[in-house]
């Protein structure tokens, strides 16, 4: 019964989000433009960021307490997907590669914590008693703006840290609210904030990273810009999966020795390039299933 009636409301209020949701959003996109101001801006976005994490991790709890005793009814999780575009606009990723992606994110969210990854976008409705969304090529927007090398491969670790208070992350953060405009003004109160998933070109030493406070992962293009998969054996296709669920609270990784099926195990081990290979590979543990239902990036609306 209260499946049937989290459907209900949810689907009602995704109706009235998505005829009336722009205003709330053009109000977002004006007060996103402190965000763009390089150090002041940065850090009013952490502050803003960690602040609505807490509150809404806080409001989450008793449904947290009933969820560590089996009751889960469906939650969704919206992403916002973006390719970027090389320096002479030339998209940096195929979209079968990215699409590949996002499905094993769905498959393994909603197998695991009975989540429902779906994109940031109008008239978007759910059935809680349905499986997995099918993700297609409407989920992924491909910025053709070229972006410059600092963008397309940017450093990460601390190096990225201390960049994303500068010039950098305020370039992905114009990025973020030109690209993904519907639903930004989530993004300023916290509740069913999207993540945006950016594709790069590269990364040192990592396949992807999350900047928590910022609500965006990057996930690097693992295969060539044509042909992908064909030719690769293997590959890394938990990627996008497993950053958002740090950007969902589960900040540390788990030791490869012993958690090889766990979705945050580390270092990642590539699997052959298919769906059922890569979710095979992304179980969840309790903990972290109610921790990542508890985000303020899941809600029931």
């Known amino acids: 019964m209260w499946d049937i009636i989290v459907i209900v409301i949810a689907n009602a209020i995704s109706l009235f989000e998505s005829i009336f949701g722009w205003v709330l959003s053009a109000v977002a996109?004006?007060?996103?433009?402190?965000?763009?101001?390089?150090?002041?801006?940065?850090?009013?976005?952490?502050?803003?960021?960690?602040?609505?994490?807490?509150?809404?991790?806080?409001?989450?709890?008793?449904?947290?307490?009933?969820?560590?005793?089996?009751?889960?009814?469906?939650?969704?999780l919206r992403v916002c997907t973006v390719v970027l575009s090389d320096e002479l606009g030339e998209p940096i990723a195929d979209l079968a590669y990215v699409r590949m992606m996002l499905q094993a994110a769905a498959t393994a969210f909603k197998h695991e914590a009975n989540v429902r990854l779906m994109p940031s976008a109008p008239f978007q409705f759910s059935n809680g008693f349905a499986g997995e969304a099918?993700?297609?090529?409407?989920?992924?927007?491909?910025?053709?703006?070229?972006?410059?090398?600092?963008?397309?491969?940017?450093?990460?670790?601390?190096?990225?840290?201390?960049?994303?208070?500068?010039?950098?992350?305020?370039?992905?953060?114009?990025?973020?609210?030109?690209?993904?405009?519907?639903?930004?003004?989530?993004?300023?109160?916290?509740?069913?904030?999207?993540?945006?998933?950016?594709?790069?070109?590269?990364?040192?030493?990592?396949?992807?990273?999350?900047?928590?406070?910022?609500?965006?992962?990057?996930?690097?293009?693992?295969?060539?810009?044509?042909?992908?998969?064909?030719?690769?054996?293997?590959?890394?296709?938990?990627?996008?999966a497993h950053e958002v669920n740090h950007v969902c609270g589960h900040w540390w990784h788990l030791n490869a020795g012993s958690n090889q099926e766990n979705l945050m195990e580390v270092p990642a081990t590539e699997t052959p390039p298919t769906i059922e290979a890569a979710v095979a590979r992304m179980r969840l543990n309790t903990f972290q299933i109610l921790l990542l239902r508890a985000s303020k990036h899941v809600t029931y609306i």
Not at 51 to 65: C, E, G, M, N, Q
Not at 145 to 174: H, I, M, R, Y
């Open 29 to 76: 996109f004006v007060i996103d433009l402190f965000f763009l101001i390089p150090g002041l801006g940065n850090a009013l976005k952490v502050i803003l960021g960690t602040a609505t994490a807490i509150v809404w991790t806080v409001v989450s709890l008793p449904d947290a307490l009933a969820g560590l005793f089996g009751v889960r009814p469906e939650k969704r």
């Open 134 to 240: 099918e993700v297609t090529d409407d989920w992924i927007i491909v910025d053709k703006t070229p972006s410059t090398k600092a963008l397309l491969d940017p450093a990460t670790g601390g190096q990225g840290f201390v960049k994303n208070f500068g010039e950098l992350g305020s370039q992905f953060e114009a990025k973020a609210s030109r690209c993904c405009f519907y639903g930004s003004w989530r993004r300023i109160v916290g509740y069913g904030a999207p993540v945006t998933v950016f594709i790069v070109r590269s990364l040192e030493r990592a396949y992807g990273h999350a900047q928590y406070e910022a609500g965006w992962v990057w996930v690097q293009n693992q295969g060539p810009r044509n042909g992908w998969p064909i030719g690769l054996l293997t590959c890394n296709l938990r990627v996008i």
